[in-house]
């Protein structure tokens, strides 16, 4: 059975950072990727890394660090300088391909269940 499980986020003063880890289990992907959500707005990608490459939203470009360990199973996200507009639900998304591209949420087959972000100023 695939499952992905995120762990870390919380409560962060504006300014600081966090680290979001996913692991998978059940098999390996090349796609992984982090969106986010914020009730009453659509869900908006954050950042993925497929076939080696990092992809990032224009909202966190200069202000992350992505990674996706050797045995392609976890993928950690960290964000720096946070804002307040970075408070919202993350979620962890993978497929064994990214068969629609990084940036679509339609391409990932598997999600964890989030981890929320909350930035205050």
């Known amino acids: 059975q695939i499952q992905l499980v995120e762990s870390g986020g919380g409560s962060v003063q504006a300014g600081g950072s966090t680290r979001l880890t996913c692991v998978a289990s059940?098999?390996?992907?090349?796609?992984m990727g982090w969106f986010r959500k914020v009730p009453g707005r659509e869900r908006e990608f954050v950042a993925a890394?497929?076939?080696?490459?990092?992809h990032s939203s224009e909202s966190v470009a200069g202000r992350f660090t992505l990674s996706l360990d050797n045995g392609k199973t976890t993928l950690d996200l960290e964000l720096f300088s946070l804002r307040t507009e970075d408070t919202a639900m993350y979620y962890c998304?993978?497929?064994?391909?990214?068969?629609?591209?990084?940036?679509?949420?339609?391409?990932?087959?598997?999600w964890g269940q989030g981890t929320q972000v909350t930035v205050s100023s």
């Open positions: 998304a993978a497929n064994p391909y990214c068969i629609h591209g990084p940036v679509s949420e339609t391409g990932y087959a598997h």
């Open positions: 059940g098999r390996k992907f090349s796609c």
């Open positions: 890394v497929y076939s080696g490459k990092t």
